[in-house]
Each structure stands twice: as C-alpha cells, then as structure tokens.
C-alpha cells in the first residue's frame, strides 16, 4: 500500500450517508482535520423520495447526498473522496490505518464507522425492480406513497401480526401473507380480525408489477391477490469487514439486524477512538436517525480530540507555568 503523503488526518469517516456527512458537516465546522471517504452505496438510493426527514420530505436520496457534498465544500479541512476502505487496523500510539481500494492508506487519530447496512428482502421473483418503492421495509418512510391502496404483509407468527396491525395506519384493505401456516394463537388471530386483517396462507410464489409499480401477488396455485403495495422483513447485514478487524465488539443478532456495532451513549465503540453512528448501530434506520447520529458522534469527536490536545499541551508545558 501506498502511505497518503498528507499528515495524519484527525478522524478518517468511512461512509458518505446520511451519517457520515452529518458528521462530517459538525467537524467541519469544529475545523477539525477529516477524510470522509465515499463508496456510493446508500440504501436509500433505489427509492422515490426520502420520507419524513423535516425539511426535505420527499426529496430524492441523491439530491440530499449531493446538497451535502457541496455544503462540505465550503469547510477547507474537509476532504471527501470517492472510494472504499477496504481493510483496517489500529497502530499503537498512532491511532488506525486504513487502506483504500485505490492502492492508498491513510492514518487517523479517530474512526468513525457510517457505512450503512446490506438489507436483505426475501428471494422473491419479481422483487427486485420493485425495493424501495411499492415493496418496502418500512411504512413510516414509504406507507403515505401507497396510502389507501389494497396493501400486505409478507411475513408469518407475532411479527407479521404486529406490521400487519400497524400497515392499518395507512390503507383499511390490509392482508397478512403468512407464505404456510401462519403460526398465531386465538389471541392474535381476534387481534386481527379485530383490525380487519385479512390472512391468507398460501404460498407466495412471486410478484406481479409494472415497472417499479406493484400489481399483485403471485400464489404457488397461479391465482393473484391484487395489491398495490407490498411490506416485507429485511435483514440488515454489515457492508464491510471493518468493525470486526478494528476489534469492535459486536452484539447479538436481533430480529432486524444479523449483526451490529455496539456502542455507548457517545458514539463510542469498545475500541478507544473508534466511534460508529447510523443503521450500523442497530437504531431505527431512518435518514432523520443516521443524520442525529452522525452529529452526535462528531460532536463526541471533538469533545475527545481537544481533550487529547489539552493533555498533551500540559504533559510538554514547564513545570510551574500556567
């Protein structure tokens, strides 16, 4: 690897998102020396419009990444480039290396983790042209677009109950997709018919849609249930290697997350100056929560480095100066 010919950079973010340029736009700001290094692969980007985010409701993905890449420009230790980290390790004394797809490696005093997560729907024929649009993983961000229409959920047992209840927010022709026997005690089932769910157990073989525009739902037996949007369970899968290799402490699986970036209230993970914010960390994922994050753990940042420059300021001070 080729070492950067730039100094040290006081913190490297790995992850040009929502995160990851909150973050950078709060260092920035605080004139701290930063690399965000961006490999253009948000979740976000198959979708129409960035739901609930105050200020830019519906705003296309790419324009909110673009509007913040320009508001970095006006920040001079602000650097971003196109690219991936594709292997990390800590140096002692020295913070971390991180070594880039581009043959480069560059030094940070600090980390910061905001590369997203790997969602992963269903293997599901017909799916593919349709994610982030009319079949989705989260009403909050995508339910106002199909409002009213006939809507589903493709899930089975307590989980797929409770989305099926709360897609009622949004249409009053709702049906639970259990794919088989769907697993619910009596209880759950009054729940259901209480709140007008339909269920129905048949296998689901694919989808049916126009373009990027659902149409129904394909059973195993050929027959279709019309719908004009489609809720299904993801599971969010870590983008890269990094966490593990820096030596973060990763918490269990959970029922949306297969594995996720432990930290604390400060953004801080188990490895002194290595921080993460955003989906990584297992919250909500939502624009509006990656962007607080991403603040917040900047602000975390700043807080450490000045207090590690003050320290150091003392520790090579004559004894007796204030």
Known sequence: METDPD????????????AGLSAALVLGRAR???????????????????????????????????AGHTELAAYPTVEVRRGEVVHGRRVPGAGFALDLADGRSVTARRVL??????????ALAGLPPLWGRSVFHCPFCHGWEVRDQPL??????????????LLGAWSADVTLLTDGPPGLDDARAAQLAAAGVTVDDRHVAALRGDGDTLRAAVF???????????????????????????????APPGHLSAETVQVDALSAT????????GDLCGQMPTVANAIAAGASAAAM??????????????????????
């Open 7 to 18: 100094q040290t950079w006081e913190c490297v973010i790995v992850g040009g998102g929502a």
């Open 32 to 66: 701290r020396r930063t690399l965000l290094v961006d490999a253009g692969r948000q979740s976000n980007l198959a979708a129409h419009g960035i739901g609930g985010l105050l200020g830019h409701d519906t705003r296309p993905a790419p324009d909110l990444y673009a």
């Open 113 to 122: 983790l905001a590369t997203g997560m790997d969602y992963r729907p269903p």
């Open 152 to 165: 589903a959920v493709l899930d089975r047992g307590d989980t797929g109950a409770q989305r099926a209840v």
């Open 220 to 250: 195993a037996d050929g027959a279709e249930r019309p719908l004009g949007g489609l809720l299904v369970p993801v599971t969010l899968h870590q983008r890269t290697a990094l966490a593990h290799e820096l030596g973060a402490a990763i």
């Open 270 to 277: 188990s490895v002194a100056g290595l921080h993460a914010a």
């Open 301 to 322: 940042i700043v807080h450490g480095l000045m207090a590690e420059a003050a320290a150091a300021a003392a520790e090579t001070s004559p004894a007796g100066v204030g």
